[in-house]
C-alpha cells in the first residue's frame, strides 16, 4: 500500500499515520493542489511520480 | 495508552497561561489554568473515576478520560454543574457514527453543534434556547460549546493547518451550543422524535458548518403560508453552493424561530411532516449536479435524467426549535464527508452521579 498525500497535507499525513500506529506506511508526495488541475497536467504528476510509487511498492 | 493526565509546572498562573498558549493547548484566547485541584474538584462533582474512559476523539485517537474532560471545562470556564452535558457531548463526539477524526482533519467548515434537550438544559445550565442563544451573554452555552472544542484540541489533537485542514473554519469553532426552547415550540421536543422519552435528557451532536439565517414574513391570512416557509427554508438548507447539495447525503439542521414554527403547527404541520416537505424540495435536477458539479458532477453521468435527493432520508434533516420570536429561523447544512457521512449523534445525559462540591456552587 501507498499514500499520495500532497505536500500541503504531508504534515498531516504524518500525523495520522502515527495516531494510527502506522508510522512507516509508505508515502509518496505529490504537489498541491491537484483537484482541479486538468488531466494534462495530472499526467504530468503521474509520469513525475510514478517511479516512486512502484519503489515503495517494491518495499 | 497510558490514560494519566500530565500536570505542567509553572511559577505562577501568568507563567502557566503563557505556556499553555505556547504549546497549543488553547484557543487562542485566556483560559482557566486548570490546576490538579481545580480538576480534581470538578471531577469529584461528576461522581465518575478520573480515570473513566468515556471515548476515544480522533485523529489523534486521544483517550477522552473524565479527568481530562474536567480540565478542560475548568479551562473554557465551566460550572461544575455543567460537566454531565460536557461529557454526553464527548460520547457523542467519540461514537463512530460521528465521523469526528475526518470531521476535524477536513478542508470543509464544520464544527460539532451540541443541541441539549429535557430537564438537563436547567439542571445542568440553565442552557439558553431563546434570544442570542448561539451568541454571547449565556455562561453555559458558551463554556460548554468551548469545553468541547479544547477536547478536540487537547485530546483529539485538531489543531489548524496540522490535523485540522478547515481552510477558514467558522466562529462556531470557538463555541456551538444551544437547548431546544421546548416550552416554545409546538411540537414534541427533538429527542423524543430520535427515540428517547420525554423526560430524558440528551444532547445531539451534528457536525455543521455556521447557522444561516433564513428570513420569511409570514402572514396567516394567506393559504399557502405554510408551502412559502417550507419554500424558503429549503432554499437556505441545501442549494447548489451545499455539500449537502453535491454530495447528496449527510445531514442538516433546521432551527425554527418560535413565529415560524407557529405558521407551520397552525397548519397542521408535525415534525415529521416537516422533514418530509423539505425532503421532497430539496431534490434536484441531475442536470444540474453534472453542469457546476466539478468532479463530483460525475455521479449521474451515466444517468442524468430526472432529479436526486440532496438528503438519502427525511430523518437526516433534523428539525428544532430555537430563539426569539421573530422573522428568522435558521439552517445549518453539513459536511456530508467520511464513512457516516458525517451524522449526527444523540447520547442520554447521565447526571445521576452528580453531587454538589460546597464551594464550588459559584464558580
Known amino acids: ?59 | 495508552m497510558n490514560t494519566a493526565t500530565k500536570y505542567l509546572e509553572a511559577q505562577s498562573e501568568e507563567d502557566a497561561l503563557e505556556l499553555l498558549h505556547e504549546l497549543q493547548c488553547t484557543d487562542g484566547l485566556p483560559v482557566i489554568i486548570p490546576t490538579e485541584k481545580r480538576v480534581h474538584d470538578f471531577v469529584l462533582s461528576c461522581g465518575q473515576d478520573a480515570d473513566m474512559v468515556l471515548g476515544e476523539l480522533g485523529p489523534a485517537m486521544g483517550r477522552a478520560t473524565v479527568e481530562k474532560v474536567a480540565a478542560a471545562a475548568v479551562m473554557a470556564g465551566c460550572k461544575p454543574d455543567y460537566m454531565p452535558l460536557l461529557i454526553a457531548a464527548v460520547k457523542a463526539a467519540a461514537d463512530p457514527k460521528f465521523d469526528l477524526a475526518e470531521l476535524q482533519a477536513t478542508t470543509h467548515c464544520t464544527a460539532p453543534l451540541i443541541i441539549v434537550n429535557g430537564p438537563a438544559r436547567q439542571d445542568c445550565g440553565p442552557v439558553a434556547s431563546g434570544y442570542g442563544a448561539l451568541g454571547p451573554g449565556h455562561r453555559a452555552n458558551a463554556s460548554i460549546g468551548r469545553a468541547l472544542r479544547l477536547c478536540l484540541i487537547n485530546i483529539g489533537g485538531g489543531r489548524p493547518g496540522v490535523s485540522d485542514m478547515a481552510l477558514r473554519g467558522h466562529p462556531g469553532k470557538f463555541s456551538y451550543c444551544l437547548a431546544e426552547a421546548e416550552e416554545d415550540s409546538p411540537f414534541p421536543p427533538l429527542h423524543t422524535s430520535l427515540g428517547f422519552d420525554a423526560a430524558d435528557s440528551v444532547v445531539t451532536l451534528l457536525g455543521c458548518e455556521a447557522p444561516h439565517s433564513v428570513l420569511y414574513s409570514d402572514n396567516a391570512d394567506d393559504p399557502e403560508d405554510a408551502d412559502k416557509l417550507l419554500y424558503i427554508l429549503s432554499v437556505g438548507l441545501a442549494n447548489l453552493a451545499t455539500n449537502n447539495h453535491i454530495f447528496a447525503q449527510g445531514s442538516a439542521l433546521v432551527c425554527l424561530g418560535p413565529k415560524h414554527a407557529s405558521v407551520l403547527a397552525r397548519s397542521d404541520f408535525s415534525r415529521e411532516s416537516i422533514q418530509q416537505r423539505l425532503w421532497e424540495l430539496t431534490h434536484f435536477a441531475k442536470t444540474e449536479h453534472i453542469r457546476y458539479g466539478g468532479e463530483f458532477g460525475s455521479a449521474f453521468k451515466d444517468d442524468p435524467e430526472g432529479t436526486y435527493p440532496a438528503f438519502k432520508a427525511p430523518e437526516n434533516i433534523l428539525v428544532m426549535v430555537a430563539g426569539g420570536s421573530g422573522l428568522y429561523s435558521m439552517v445549518m447544512p453539513n459536511w456530508g464527508g467520511a464513512a457516516n457521512a458525517n451524522a449526527a449523534v444523540s447520547v442520554k445525559v447521565d447526571n445521576d452521579f452528580f453531587c454538589e462540591i460546597p464551594g464550588l456552587s459559584g464558580n
Open chain 1, 1 to 59: 500500500m501507498v499514500s499520495l498525500v500532497t505536500e500541503e497535507f504531508w504534515e498531516q499525513g504524518n500525523f495520522v499515520a502515527r495516531s494510527l500506529g502506522m508510522p512507516d506506511l509508505p508515502r509518496v508526495k505529490l504537489p498541491h493542489p491537484i483537484a482541479g488541475m486538468g488531466e494534462a497536467y495530472r499526467e504530468e504528476v503521474a509520469a513525475a511520480v510514478v517511479a516512486s510509487i512502484m519503489q515503495r511498492l517494491a518495499q
